[in-house]
């Protein structure tokens, strides 16, 4: 089974539990275990993993460290746990930071059982770094997470490569996190950057106040033309790179078909940055099931549509996000059914139904096409 099931079937299965885990025995039991066996190590190997790990550090003795992942007889990676809930500030990681410092280990996970934070020494050598460089969470993550976690398992983990993924994962999740801020609110300092780029005279602070609502509009229209030229593309090149599998050749997209899709000059229908992330969503979701071009988006003005082979007799769900709640329409039944959402992660959530309604059209082609 494939590491991103194992996980999706241990978050699923656990929450149902959860409010039954009240100490950090229950939660190693229930979720670090499990998550640790998922990543090829056998908990119950002591050549492999090593729970209450022993390292005499100067005067202190026999203190531990919950879990010790051992390769050749060292460790290679340290967990510190606490119980679900439990608070993962630095403060709380006083002993992987001593842990870290005597063994030979490179990478530290601090970890309640949801959420996973890794740590390695990119700041100082053999001093562990105060701010993590990825931060997983087992109730909410995506699939490109998948890929950065599967580098710590038994089959795939190599420290060199650990070491420079983790360089890159840390000072990208950072930049990531400064775009995100200065894309919802942009600072004073990024404002006045940015116009210095485009504006030669003096900036008044009548001319920065008028910036400042311009450079917002233009940062949101500049990241949502640039997904709108991906979807594009993704939907005219038949040997897309998102495509993981050989199947049965799917109609090619026409000119037509795109301007169904992406109606960005018709004043009266706009798709948004949310509906396009969408539907990049449910293409990851049925990536292994169909080709990505059958996954087909038409945007109407009270809804978007995802399709089928651009069939509207075969509905896959339909994303309501222009009103004040947001609600999915899937049609893994007759009709189609009503789920409320409050994020675009919770998409993940319905994996299951959004599969079955394109399954039914593999089936049996559906014969009557559904009202709008």
């Known amino acids: ?10 978050a699923s299965r656990v929450q149902k539990q959860l409010t039954h885990i009240q100490t950090e025995e229950a939660t190693k ?4 275990m499990p998550f640790i066996n998922a990543l090829g190590y056998n908990v119950f190997d002591p050549t492999e993993v ?13 203190e531990k460290i919950d879990y010790a992942i051992m ?8 967990f510190e746990c606490k119980r679900v809930g439990g608070d993962l500030t630095i403060n709380n990681a006083s002993q992987l930071f001593r842990y870290f410092h005597v063994t030979e280990a490179r990478i530290a996970i601090l970890t309640n059982g949801s959420t996973y934070r890794l740590f390695t020494d990119l700041e100082q050598p053999n001093k562990m770094d105060e ?10 993550f995506h699939e490109n997470d998948i890929a950065e976690i599967k580098k710590l398992s038994k089959p795939a983990f190599n420290i060199d490569d650990m070491l420079f993924a983790a360089y890159n ?8 996190k400064y775009f995100d801020e200065q894309f919802n609110q942009p600072s004073t300092d990024f404002i006045n950057f940015v116009s210095k780029q485009v504006y030669d005279g003096v900036l008044t602070s009548k001319l920065k106040d008028q910036f400042s609502a311009l450079v917002h509009r233009s940062f949101h229209q500049f990241l949502n033309d640039k997904i709108t030229m991906r979807l594009r593309s993704a939907m005219v090149e038949t040997n897309s790179s998102m495509m993981v599998a050989e199947i049965p050749a799917a109609p090619v997209a026409t000119s037509a078909t795109l301007a169904a899709a992406v109606e960005l000059d018709d004043k009266e229908i706009e798709t948004t940055v949310e509906e396009t992330e969408g539907f990049m969503i449910v293409r990851a979701i049925l990536r292994k099931m169909v080709s990505v ?15 089928l082979d651009d069939n509207n007799r075969k509905p896959i769900c339909r994303l309501h996000f222009n009103g004040s709640k947001k609600f999915v329409t899937v049609f893994d ?29 593999e089936k049996k082609p559906a014969e009557t096409p559904v009202i709008d």
Not at 29 to 32: K, P, R, T, W
Not at 169 to 176: E, G, I, Q, S, T
Not at 339 to 354: K, M
Request: glycine share 6%; net charge positive; aromatic share 10%.
């Open 50 to 62: 090593v729970p209450e790990f022993i390292c005499d550090i100067g005067t202190k003795k026999g």
């Open 29 to 32: 039991a229930a979720l670090i």
């Open 71 to 78: 390769r050749d007889g060292k460790p290679i990676i340290l």
């Open 131 to 140: 701010r993590p460089f990825m931060e997983f969470d087992l109730f909410n």
């Open 333 to 361: 039944i007759e009709g189609g059914e009503r789920v409320n959402i409050s994020s675009l992660d919770e998409l993940y959530e319905l994996a299951t139904r959004i599969r079955a309604a394109v399954q039914r059209y």
């Open 169 to 176: 994962m840390k000072y990208m999740r950072a930049f990531k």
């Open 293 to 307: 071009n059958r996954v087909v988006m038409r945007d109407v003005q009270s809804y978007c549509g995802i399709l």
């Open 1 to 10: 089974m494939e590491l991103i099931d194992q996980l999706t079937n241990l």
